[in-house]
């Protein structure tokens, strides 16, 4: 019978590999150091130099003060230079993170305690909501990070742990829980875990209402054990405890299909022939404006998580000139991405004024939003991606006539009906 191998002990406290959470082994995988003694010997090295390596390696910090945090007025104006109308949504944001810093520097002993001011935001696809999200992280001084609900299931089953959006926020802290514990979590598509149906069902819905009562003690704060490499993969992993009472939640979803449920709500209230001033004045065209918590409820969303997201907001359908500025003045704006593609080879690129309509009034036309200008560009502009690279070409100019006859090529009417 063979000898049964030897089990790899750390060489500094002599603990096997079974005892502690890693080992990790020396060039010469003869000898090897645990990750409990790696951490000692970081806390005795940072003691010896009288410092703290911590807050070397995270430059980001909360303000001492007030006076040292953006105002909402300079939030919103930060988010002005890369997304497009919306202001409603950009100031309900930048009041809730203005907010969540008064929160962060309020102190222990205050007699008033101030609550968590979790967002949900409303509109139709391409409209900015994730765009949002990924702009105002790029002037936060806390932890940021933005995560997919669509992944999520109840613990037990195929998909995600709810406690994953906690270890995407530990990975942006670097592992460090007092940063994490301050920061802001985006959970992007909440409106694809609504309840499927109020008719009960043999099967469970795990991926719908399973996943909302999971998320409720994360929204409303509590300690929440979190794998640090995620859930399931890693079973003997050690949970890291983090709480989540001053993490602020921001939520977006498209809801399709609740522009029909706010008609509803909205008709009911008209009776017969009588009919009052104030529903001649309702925009039919954007039902979206009028969302109440009563439509999320009736969309999916279970009471609870409703109630754990107080401030609700939508954001607006772009209209042809909303969509004409997305195309041309942000920062990041889809011409000037390609305008910079091109330039890195040497070759200046144009596009004329009546090609940018048109490729508006296609954005329109299939209903795609702003994230559809980008495929629509992306159609029209891969053939010269393609080939003036390999050309001694210097500019280029895309024109109307150009523009149709690449989409026409391309087939894309065809591709998204």
Known sequence: MPAKPKEPKCSYCGRGASQVQALVPAPDQKSYICTDCVNAIHEMIVEYNGDTLGEKKHSKHIGKNLAEVPKPAAIKAFLD?????????????SVAVYNHYKRLLQPDNDDVDIEKSNIIMVGPTGTGKTLLAKTIARLLDVPFTIVDATVLTQAGYVGEDIESLLTRLLQAADYDVERAQRGIVFIDEIDKIARKGDNPSITRDVSGEGVQQGLLKLLEGSIVNVPPQGGRKHPEQRMIPVDTKNILF????????????????????????????????????????????????????????????????????????????????????????????????????????????????????????????????????????????????????????????????????????
Request: proline share 3%; net charge neutral; hydrophobic share 40%.
């Open 81 to 93: 230079q890369y997304v497009i109308g919306q202001d409603d949504a950009k100031k309900y944001l």
């Open 250 to 417: 921001i939520c977006g979803g498209a809801f399709d299909g609740i522009e029909q449920k706010i008609a509803h709500r909205m008709n009911t209230h008209v009776v017969g022939y009588s009919t009052d001033a104030k529903h001649k004045r309702i925009d039919k065209k954007d039902f979206m404006r009028y969302v109440a918590p009563q439509d999320l409820k009736s969309f999916g969303l279970i009471p609870e998580i409703i109630g754990r997201l107080p401030i609700l907001t939508h954001l607006e359908p772009l209209d042809r000139d909303a969509l004409r500025k997305v195309l041309t003045e942000p920062k990041n704006a889809i011409t000037r991405q390609y305008k910079k593609l091109f330039e890195m080879d040497g070759i200046k690129l144009d596009f004329e004024e009546d090609a940018l309509d048109y490729i508006v009034d296609k954005a329109i036309e299939y209903k795609l939003g702003a994230r559809g200008l980008r495929s629509i560009v992306e159609s029209i502009m891969v053939d010269a991606m393609y080939e003036l690279p390999s050309k001694n070409v210097k500019d280029f100019t895309v024109t109307r006539e150009y523009a149709a006859k690449k989409i026409e090529e391309a087939h894309f009417e065809a591709m998204v009906k």
